[in-house]
């Protein structure tokens, strides 16, 4: 039997389009993350993301953005159908079923935080200096976490 070690991501959304609160209220708090448009990110989805693994849910895109809530992939990634949804805003019209370009995962809503965490006060905790998320010119809505970087935010958390 393989054991895969458990992984850490931050997926960025912007809350006008889905929010954590979006989330939480899905049936089981379970929804897709789709309309990701960017390859190095569909890769990590394609690829790297896996059942079990935890995700920092993060508003983007607006003032004040940061972390809002925790969620947990609860399926691989796999093609991200609104690719092929001529009426929808994620249309790609060279995705096919043959070559589905585009995935997602899905998550499940695990809690809210009482507030955001924000970037502000992410850029001033000792040992996140190095997350992608606080890296200058980082805008990729798919980002890993090291697993010291999601022991010290989830002490972060636990203070709010």
């Known amino acids: 039997m393989i054991i895969v070690a458990r992984k850490y991501w931050l997926l960025k959304t912007e809350p006008g389009c889905f929010s954590i609160d979006h989330l939480a209220s899905e049936p089981n708090g379970i929804a897709g993350?789709?309309?990701?448009?960017?390859?190095?990110?569909?890769?990590m989805l394609?690829?790297?993301i896996q059942a079990?693994?935890?995700?920092?849910?993060?508003?983007?895109s607006v003032?004040?953005?940061?972390?809002a809530g925790i969620c947990e992939v609860v399926r691989d990634g796999y093609p991200d159908e609104t690719a092929r949804d001529p009426e929808g805003e994620h249309f790609d019209p060279r995705a096919t079923a043959e070559n589905p370009i585009w995935y997602q995962v899905d998550v499940q809503f695990k809690s809210k935080l009482?507030?955001?965490?924000?970037?502000?006060?992410l850029r001033d905790v000792p040992g996140l200096e190095n997350m992608m998320l606080l890296q200058r010119g980082s805008?990729?809505?798919?980002?890993?976490?090291?697993?010291d970087e999601w022991k010290i935010i989830q002490r972060l958390i636990r203070k709010l």
Do not use: C, K, M
């Open 33 to 43: 993350w789709d309309g990701v448009r960017n390859y190095q990110a569909r890769n």
């Open 46 to 48: 394609r690829d790297d």
């Open 52 to 60: 079990g693994d935890g995700v920092l849910f993060y508003h983007s």
């Open 63 to 67: 003032q004040p953005a940061g972390i």
């Open 114 to 121: 009482p507030r955001l965490l924000t970037l502000p006060e």
């Open 139 to 147: 805008r990729l809505s798919v980002q890993p976490v090291r697993p």
